[in-house]
């Protein structure tokens, strides 16, 4: 649990965010530049740098869960949604721990840019 991790950070309550839902291994809270009028970002409490470094099913599965409640709990299931985990520099990963993204309540364009 890297002391400088920006997520973890936020994980052990560090910097303010708004939170939006949690289980035992993740946190959801709203993204600080939303790309969508629901932008959420769910992350593992432990620190795991990408999707590249995941070793545990169940820590990933809690991860995607929790996405798809929180989708349900902002409305936007039965429009639809997106969700996305950007990994390492071509994937254009920004914050080195790992994270979904849940974006929704427009409709999204593929392929991405
Ligand atoms: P990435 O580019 O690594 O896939 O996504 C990182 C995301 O973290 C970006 O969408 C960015 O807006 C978000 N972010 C960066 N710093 C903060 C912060 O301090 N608070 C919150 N809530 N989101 C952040
Ligand atoms: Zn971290």
Known sequence: MPDDCLFCRIVRGEIPVLLVAQNDHAVAFRDINPQAPVH?????????????????ASELGAIALLAAQVARQEGIEQGGYRVVMNTGA?????VAHLHMHLLGGRPMSWPPG
């Open 90 to 94: 071509d994937g254009g990963q920004s």
């Open 40 to 56: 959420v970002l769910v992350v593992p409490r432990r620190h795991v740098k990408s999707l590249a470094e995941a070793a545990d």
